[in-house]
């Protein structure tokens, strides 16, 4: 590693190259931050396909081979799968070696990172940035340009895990984010507000327009207007990765959704009662909020939704 502010790594291991460990892979091969890329995958075709199209140079058939020499582990799996890579990574890795996670639940990677050898140095990261797209080929080297990542550090005071957070951020600057430090509470209980949240909605919404027995399937694809497109671009996106997320934030995502229901409640009476004040109040909040949203640089303000003309 080098004394620069893009630490460079001989060898660095993609375990899970999906949309986001590709991704990660092919911003990070562009910023000169490693000299080797290696992938890894349960599914073999998985880690073949990703060298086979250029976001790995190597494909490891195990993972102990893929971790042995390593210097940077990015661990970009489900969340549910960290607990038993975290054994692994006790009896295969290498010391030193600075290990991160892409991960949208944070506080269970932290727990479950505490159970790691001490010259291992996990930093869980999330970046705040996606499609529904999934696989090696929907990755691409700018998903994180100007896009948040949030670290959320263990407790742990010694120097060389210091560096390793201070190395980590690098990483993530070097990809194109912007990084904020918090704790693994606090980024559960926003992320639910932000991100987890309406992904349940999508799925929900989603699920009820296929249970309306009078509105036929084809009715709904036919019709469909911006508004459930877009829930429907969200409802695409991986289930295996969405159970996960629901299954290790489900406090911060049961209070969020608490807050949720009581506010759906308001509309509800505002509608049964003909509370034209009400309605527009709420709905004067949201366009201000989405205007806030634009304003920061988080979306585009182009007409459609971003859309072009062709409604894609």
Request: net charge negative.
């Amino acid at each position: 590693m080098t004394d620069s502010a893009k630490p460079t790594y001989e060898r660095a291991v993609i375990i899970g190259p999906g949309l986001i460990g590709s991704s990660l892979a092919l911003a990070l091969r562009e910023a000169g931050a490693a000299k080797t890329f290696v992938g890894y995958d349960k599914e073999n075709a998985v880690a073949e396909r990703a060298r086979a199209i250029g976001v790995v140079d190597e494909a490891a058939g195990d993972f102990k081979s893929a971790v042995q020499n390593a210097s940077l582990i990015v661990l970009a799996t489900p969340v549910g799968a960290i607990g038993e890579l975290c054994a692994q990574l006790n009896a295969d890795a290498a010391p030193g070696a600075l290990i991160i996670d892409v991960g949208s639940v944070k506080g269970a990677i932290v727990e479950a990172a505490k159970s790691l050898r001490d010259d291992l140095h996990f930093v869980p990261c999330h970046p705040v940035a996606g499609t529904e797209q999934s696989g090696p080929e929907a990755g691409f080297a700018t998903l994180f340009k100007d896009r948040w990542c949030i670290v959320t550090p263990l407790a742990r005071e010694d120097d060389a895990y210091k560096a390793s957070v201070t190395n980590a951020k690098a990483l993530w600057e070097a990809a194109g984010a912007h990084v904020e430090e918090m704790d693994a509470a606090h980024h559960d209980l926003a992320l639910a507000v932000t991100s987890h949240l309406p992904h349940l909605i999508a799925f929900t919404l989603v699920g009820a327009a296929d249970d309306v027995e009078s509105v036929a399937q084809g009715e709904v694809v036919k019709y469909s207007a911006g508004g459930f497109r877009d829930f429907t671009r969200i409802a695409a996106s991986d289930p295996v990765m969405w159970r996960d997320v629901f299954l290790h934030n489900k406090d911060a995502v049961l209070e969020v959704l608490g807050r949720f229901s009581e506010e759906l409640a308001v509309l509800q009476r505002a509608i049964r009662w003909g509370d034209g004040q009400t309605l527009h109040d709420i709905f004067t909040r949201g366009r201000a909020l989405r205007r806030a949203i634009v304003e920061a640089g988080q979306e585009t303000a182009a007409p459609n939704f971003g859309r072009n003309e062709e409604g894609h």
